[in-house]
């Protein structure tokens, strides 16, 4: 597939730069909250009609350039044996977190046939209707580790990081069988039709850069070094510090949350690299003229230079006006103001 989207990740020349947002199937959409009245999040992802039903629903709402799979991170965790589910306003939570070598012993590397089939049947059954890229997806593996150790969300992350310190050889053990499986994923949903895949490290902010590149740096590369044909997207959260680290793992594109200018991020990375993001998604939140001078400032950042993505800095808020977001989508190619309305 030749396309803008596809294009942009490659660095190539664009006629307008390609937009799309992390979480653009969620919470902020009617359709969707109606459905999560009658179904759990684990539902939706393990069933392909209704996956690929919310997968498509930003598609068709707003015109954005590229589709996201719409599942969860922790998926592939719990079909490789992890006791999981979701809590409303919490998120995932561990029954029995993974504390030591032992622990390890109830997890084994993903088969995504076998253990996830869902996914790679969501995946062609959403190939055959898209007229736009499909984005797959993982969690990185320091987050998911983090998850599995932390028994779930974590301030402070002390638990992930006194495994890391104090067992080396149980980390290497577990975040190895992370990122055989997370491959093993993302291979298969290349396989399925993907055309491009985003590694996610949500908390790997948590880290310094001496722990980052000695100690999880090295099972990320893995993962995006082992993943080929298409475009690959490594995006963490609140990582400035790690920036050229993060480059160093061998993607195509850096996802960049919006605590540094586009422009001063991308200069450190350097021109090898093309960039995704990085408007702050409470800009949504603010009156129309602030999300509208923000769009544009991280334009104007970008510069026109080939190998650039418009997204947000994380994912849409829940809070978030629909037609706001329909709005910023014309802004980002030039075909509006969002004047009236």
Not at 72 to 79: E, T
Not at 181 to 192: F, G, K, P
Not at 235 to 240: D, I, L, M, P, Q
Not at 317 to 331: F, H, I, N, Q
Request: glycine share 8%.
């Amino acid at each position: 597939m030749d396309d803008l989207f596809l294009r942009a990740c490659r660095r190539e020349p664009v006629d307008r730069t390609p937009v799309w947002f992390m979480r653009q199937a969620g919470r902020y959409q009617p359709e969707y909250r109606a459905l999560r009245e009658r179904y759990g999040i684990l539902d939706i992802c393990r069933s392909p009609e209704l996956a690929a039903r919310v997968t498509l629903l930003p598609v068709e709402a707003l015109d954005v350039d590229a589709a996201i799979l719409f599942s969860d991170i922790m998926v592939p965790v719990a079909g490789m044996g992890a006791s999981l589910r979701i809590e409303e306003g919490r998120g995932p939570a561990i029954d029995r977190p993974v504390r030591s070598a032992s622990d390890l012993a109830r997890l084994h590397v993903l088969e995504p046939e076998a253990d996830v089939p869902f996914v790679t049947e969501t995946i062609r059954e959403l190939v055959k209707v898209l007229d736009r890229p499909l984005i797959g997806f993982a969690g990185a593996p320091f987050t998911l580790a983090s998850y599995l150790v932390e028994g779930g969300p974590s301030r402070d992350y002390a638990a992930t990081k006194a495994l890391m310190w104090s067992e080396p050889k149980t980390w290497d053990r577990l975040l190895s069988l992370l990122a055989e499986s997370m491959l093993t994923y993302l291979r298969a949903q290349v396989d399925a039709g993907a055309s491009a895949v985003q590694l996610f490290d949500s908390w790997v902010g948590t880290l310094s850069a001496r722990d980052y590149r000695d100690r999880v740096l090295p099972y990320s590369r893995r993962i995006l070094e082992g993943v080929a044909g298409v475009p690959r997207i490594h995006f963490a959260v609140g990582a400035s510090h790690l920036l050229e680290s993060i480059r160093d793992a061998d993607a195509d594109v850096v996802g960049l949350d919006w605590r540094v200018p586009l422009d001063e991020a991308w200069a450190r990375l350097g021109p090898g690299v093309a960039v995704q993001g990085n408007l702050d998604p409470a800009a949504l939140l603010a009156p129309w003229d602030v999300l509208r001078d923000a769009a544009e400032d991280v334009q104007a950042r970008a510069g026109g230079r080939p190998g650039h993505v418009f997204n947000l800095g994380h994912g849409v808020l829940p809070a978030t006006d629909p037609d706001a977001l329909r709005r910023l989508v014309d802004v980002v190619r030039g075909t509006g103001t969002g004047a009236g309305g």
